[in-house]
């Protein structure tokens, strides 16, 4: 059974970064495109980028593109996001997502992690 | 950008009752492949998105066949066949034709 394991929440101060991950356990990430994806307090979804595990390529939304940062790990099967100068309207819920490479859409998410800003 | 719009429900529906959203694309999702890049996903209460249909009409693994896409290059609807307590939530429309990948605003579900 393929599986996103986020931790819950994180708390920043503004101006300052936070690495999120997300864990995939049941398939390799190796044969995956990982995907970030934001929900502010009470709105929709909101892409804010891709990266490709085997060879780190990214792709970002052009409003996320001085703000986040995706890397990954094979070795530990991980997808990571760094937030850089965090500001309070960061505030949201982030979640990963799996797209399998074959195909065209998001198989799995993970839970989400509550990343408040606040000082 | 492509930008995905989305109709709203005359909420609440009746339990039992069918119920059809609505999501136009800004562009057609049709692609050369023959396939049509949208898909639906619901976020229920308090839950992360999950997985309806893809390629427009194409339910997901463990989808209940209550659930259908139908649709154009441009204009798309899911319904659902006799709505049940389980269905409350927001439907997204997304397109994966293109980067920036887009999802429509959102649709909530009521049942009475």
């Known amino acids: 059974e393929v599986q996103l394991q986020q931790y819950g929440a994180e708390l920043g101060k503004p101006g300052t970064s936070v690495k999120l991950s997300c864990k995939v356990s049941?398939?390799?990430?190796?044969?995956?495109?990982m995907h970030w994806v934001n929900q502010r307090p009470g709105k929709g979804l909101e892409w804010i980028g891709r990266?490709?595990?085997?060879?780190?390529?990214?792709i970002y939304a052009e409003k996320f593109k001085s703000k986040a940062t995706l890397t990954a790990d094979t070795s530990s099967n991980t997808a990571y996001m760094q937030l850089s100068q965090l500001k309070s309207d960061d505030t949201a819920i982030y979640f990963c997502?799996?797209?399998?490479?074959?195909?065209?859409?998001?198989?799995?998410w993970g839970q989400g992690t509550l990343v408040t800003v606040s000082s | 950008d492509i930008v995905m719009t989305q109709g709203a429900l005359p909420n609440p529906v009746p339990s039992g009752e069918s119920a059809s959203i609505t999501c136009q694309s800004s562009?057609?999702?049709?692609?050369?492949?023959?396939?049509?890049?949208l898909n639906w996903y619901l976020q229920r209460p308090g839950q992360s998105p999950q997985l309806l249909i893809y390629?427009?009409?194409t339910r997901a693994s463990g989808v209940s066949d209550r659930f259908s896409g139908s649709g154009s290059g441009t204009d798309f609807t899911l319904k659902i066949s006799r709505v049940e307590a389980e269905d409350v939530g927001v439907y997204y429309c997304?397109?994966?034709?293109?980067?920036?990948?887009?999802f429509g605003s959102g649709t909530k579900l009521e049942i009475k």
């Open positions: 997502a799996m797209q399998w490479t074959i195909a065209a859409m998001f198989a799995y």
């Open positions: 049941g398939y390799n990430i190796r044969s995956t495109y």
């Open positions: 990266i490709d595990p085997a060879n780190g390529n990214t």
């Open positions: 562009k057609s999702l049709l692609y050369s492949d023959g396939k049509t890049y």
């Open positions: 390629w427009m009409s």
């Open positions: 997304q397109q994966f034709l293109e980067f920036p990948l887009t």
